[in-house]
Each structure stands twice: as structure tokens, then as C-alpha cells.
């Protein structure tokens, strides 16, 4: 094999929950992440140097992508000639959406399948974590708990018949300063409301089960957010309002998500919610393949 095409798609959280700062600067998190079907797209063809082309991502230096930081890495931790990437970004970022990550994770999945790589897993996890928290998740089945940094994943087990609208304003939410929005807000001795109870939560659930606690999920970043932000939590009310069952914001943002009835019938009605500033994506939930 000397070529392989790959599909990365985007992660919505279902809840997040940011704990305590750590000393390393890293913020502890607990959220519930599932992939879903917005995919970037990638080449990868074995090559004598690690090279990246890269279209609909402006402004963002090869060096300083995750796809050409991971396969870096890789070289680190084991011999190949290199690979040549081709990537086509098709995951809006900036908003929440984990696209860098999983680009960074399909082109470590595509070094080992190209070049028949052996990893120690818990020595790649632990280091792509530092260079992306969302990474471990697409290295696993992308429908997980994630704690720590994100480097801790959970298996859950969770329905995949429903709809998922994805909605993307005309700007950004940098990651960085929600962080600082949300100490500054909690050094005011104001924290998120959010329940106690899905921290109860069984780890394989079906049907009314899951929309029980999809009621309680919550987006620790979304008071702070939306304060700065108004139009976010219109998105969300429109959302709520045409019979999502859940409704949030992707990580930090600036991506919020609905969670639909299988039976809804969005594809008619999708478009016609949002002005034509805003990108609408109709997706479903995914599973992935663990990276043994």
C-alpha cells in the first residue's frame, strides 16, 4: 500500500464539564464526547519527507498544523520515510469542533496502516495529548467519556438514532480566552449550574434513557460565552424550539448543536432556520474503529 484516503470527522461534546487548573496549566475536564459525520478529508502517500498541502484552512503555517505536528511525532517514536498529506478542510474552525485534532488522529491512524507502524498505545496517548487534548478520542471509537486532559477515555455506549444539526456563525470562539472568561467568572465566586446526577450515568444507554439525561446536559462555557456572544444562545433557542431533544455548544464554540428524533424531518427545513451567514450541517452520530 503506498497510498491511503481517509475520512476525520468533527466531535460535538454532550456535556463538559472544565474542573481545576493544573499545574502544567491544563484545565481538568469531564464531557462526554461523540463523533459525528462532517468529515475533513486526507491523503496520505508514502513519501522521503513529511511534507503537508492543505486547502480551506487560511493563515495557519504547515508547521503549525496538527496533521504535520502529529506525523512529526510519529517519526519520533518510530522509523518511516516520510508522507506526503494532502488535506481538505471541510470542518469549520474555530468552533469547537475538533477538526485539527482529528486530522492529527487520522494521519497517525494512516502512518500505522501505510507503514505498518507499532506504537506502545499508552506512550502515544500520553503524548498526543500534549499536542492535542481531542486527539485520544478519535484514536478510540469517538463516542467516549473523556477526563483529565482529555487524555483519559471511557468507553460509552450511547443510541445512533438520531439527527445532529451543526451550526456555525460568521466568527470564532478562541479556546484560550473562554478559559480566561471562565476563571475570571469563577474567581467572582459564580460557578455553572449542572447536574450531579450525570455523574451517575450508566455506561451503555438506550432510547428514553439517553434523552433522559441528554436533558441534563450542560456546557460549563456557554454562560460565559453566550454573555459575550448573544446570538449563541439564539442559535440554541431555535433549536430547542424546532424539537431538538438536546441542545449545546460544541466546546468552547462558536458551534452550537442540536440533538433531533430520527423521525424529524430536518433535510427540508435545515437550511431555512439560519440566514445565509451562518453554515448549517446536517450530520449524524458515527463510531470509529479503535487504533489498536
Known sequence: ????NLKAPAKINLFLKVKDKRPDGYHNIDSLMQAVSLYDELILEKSNDIELYCTGLDGVKVKDNLAYKSARLIAEMSYFPGVRITLKKNIPTG????GGSSDAAFVIRGLIKLYDLYLDKDELVRRVSLLGADIPLFLGRGQARVTGIGDIIEDYFLPLNYKVLVVKPPFSVNTSEAYQWLENYREGEHFPKNSEDLFLMEKRLTGSRFVHFANLFFNDFEEVVFSRYPQLQKIKQTLK??????????????????????????EKKAGKLFDNQIRVFLCKPVLLVPES
Open 95 to 98: 468552533a469547537g469542533l475538533a
Open 241 to 266: 424550539n424546532e424539537g431538538a431533544f438536546c441542545a449545546g455548544m460544541a466546546g468552547s464554540g462558536s458551534a452550537v448543536f442540536g440533538l433531533f428524533p430520527i423521525t424529524c424531518d430536518l
Open 1 to 4: 500500500m503506498d497510498k491511503i
